[in-house]
């Protein structure tokens, strides 16, 4: 079994920065797909961003302001975000697949294990 719990959300102004990140226990590794997703009330869940090794896809929202990144050694994954606005105002999951797919996937329902979330709101 692997655990996610993500941390670092918070309360932030427009345009400012926060770093989120998901501490992995359990076995994980680099080869497997991490991701970054986002839900805000009344919609559905919203990929974010995701990676597999060197290979990183984000969605057209975050391209330019967010950059998803991992520490191996630390069993840690990040989502930097800058610049942020009223509009990424969400509870944000991290997910880990346990098939090593070349891709990672945009969907949420190929993900094994799943955060319980951290919020980030944005104020304008």
């Known amino acids: 079994q692997v655990q996610l719990v993500e941390s670092g959300g918070g309360l932030v102004q427009a345009g400012g920065s926060l770093r989120l990140s998901c501490a992995a226990s359990?076995?994980?590794?680099?080869?497997?797909?991490m991701g970054w997703f986002r839900q805000a009330p009344g919609k559905e869940r919203e990929f974010v961003a995701a990676?597999?090794?060197?290979?990183?896809i984000y969605a057209d929202s975050a391209k330019g302001r967010f950059t998803i990144s991992r520490d191996n050694a630390k069993n840690t994954v990040y989502l930097q975000m800058s610049s942020l606005k009223p509009e990424d105002t969400a509870l944000y999951y991290c997910?880990?697949?346990?098939?090593?797919?070349?891709?990672?996937?945009?969907?949420?329902?190929?993900?094994?294990?799943w955060g319980e979330g951290t919020q980030v709101t944005v104020s304008s």
């Open positions: 990676m597999r090794g060197g290979i990183t």
């Open positions: 359990g076995r994980t590794f680099s080869s497997n797909p």
């Open positions: 997910a880990a697949d346990k098939t090593q797919r070349v891709i990672p996937s945009q969907s949420p329902a190929p993900y094994d294990y």
